[in-house]
């Protein structure tokens, strides 16, 4: 909205300003193109379409704090105009995006050991992985580590009180003849997580140090 009572050599002064902010603006001389616009401005400050297009060079030039200023004074000369609605909300997100990297970047100083990456080694895992679930433990699965490692100690348990009717036991088939069907079961199920435990450390171990790699 133009200042009214403007005179015919104002109009022309204004429009040559804009003209020429937009030639150096596309040129990338912002500073000159900003200096166009406000000397715009001195001459009609309420001009809605000058307001915008300094906020629109201010935020090309990496200026954020002046152009989401200049956009708020074209809101309240220009209440519900859709497009500096939008651009208000743009700048002010790249702001808080600025703000909240700025934070993170401080906190990474004061507290660098929130954001060590420990390296895990694939081949320790595996090593480790020989006692049930520990493997998983390692690389910080603790739910399947714990699960797999209950299961073993179940499996430990129940052996330990059927142990007594192993004795005199001489080959393998009286060895199964001896067996509860309950506990060969659980003993097939047990080596079965415990390989799979071994070999699941090793992976995913070595799964892991790709992504922190990658993320870092």
Same mark, same amino acid.
């Given at each position: 909205?133009?200042?009214?009572?403007?005179?015919?050599?104002?109009?022309?002064?204004?429009?040559?300003?804009?003209? %020429? #902010?937009?030639?150096?603006?596309?040129? =990338?001389?912002?500073?000159? +193109?900003?200096?166009?616009? /406000? &000397? *715009?401005?001195?001459?009609?400050?309420?001009?809605?379409?000058?307001?915008?297009? %300094? #906020?629109?060079?201010?935020?090309?030039? =990496?200026?954020?704090?002046? +152009?989401?200023?200049?956009? /708020? &004074? *074209?809101?309240?000369?220009?209440?519900?105009?859709?497009?500096?609605?939008?651009?208000? #909300?743009?700048?002010?997100?790249?702001?808080?995006?600025?703000?909240?990297?700025?934070?993170?970047?401080?906190?990474?100083?004061?507290?660098?050991?929130?954001?060590?990456?420990?390296?895990?080694?694939?081949?320790?895992?595996?090593?480790?992985?020989?006692?049930?679930?520990?493997?998983?433990?390692?690389?910080?699965?603790?739910?399947?580590?714990?699960?797999?490692?209950?299961?073993?100690?179940?499996?430990?348990?129940?052996?330990?009180?059927?142990?007594?009717?192993?004795?005199?036991?001489?080959?393998?088939?009286?060895?199964?003849?001896?067996?509860?069907?309950?506990?060969?079961?659980?003993?097939?199920?047990?080596?079965?997580?415990?390989?799979?435990?071994?070999?699941?450390?090793?992976?995913?171990?070595?799964?892991?140090?790709?992504?922190?790699?990658?993320?870092?």
């Amino acid at each position: 909205m133009p200042t009214p009572d403007l005179s015919d050599e104002q109009e022309r002064e204004v429009e040559r300003l804009i003209a %020429l #902010a937009n030639v150096q603006r596309l040129r =990338g001389q912002f500073a000159e +193109a900003e200096d166009s616009c /406000r &000397k *715009a401005l001195d001459i009609t400050p309420e001009d809605v379409t000058v307001r915008e297009l %300094l #906020a629109d060079i201010l935020h090309e030039n =990496g200026k954020l704090e002046a +152009a989401r200023s200049e956009y /708020r &004074k *074209a809101m309240e000369l220009s209440p519900g105009k859709v497009s500096l609605e939008t651009k208000y #909300a743009k700048v002010s997100i790249e702001i808080a995006e600025i703000e909240r990297e700025k934070a993170i970047a401080q906190d990474m100083l004061e507290h660098p050991q929130k954001y060590m990456v420990v390296e895990r080694r694939p081949w320790l895992a595996f090593l480790v992985g020989l006692v049930p679930g520990l493997g998983q433990i390692y690389n910080h699965e603790f739910f399947k580590g714990g699960l797999i490692f209950g299961v073993f100690l179940l499996f430990v348990i129940v052996v330990g009180f059927v142990a007594g009717s192993y004795r005199g036991v001489r080959d393998i088939g009286m060895l199964l003849a001896n067996t509860h069907p309950f506990v060969l079961v659980l003993g097939l199920v047990t080596t079965f997580l415990w390989v799979y435990g071994m070999i699941d450390a090793l992976v995913v171990a070595s799964r892991l140090n790709r992504t922190d790699k990658f993320e870092t």
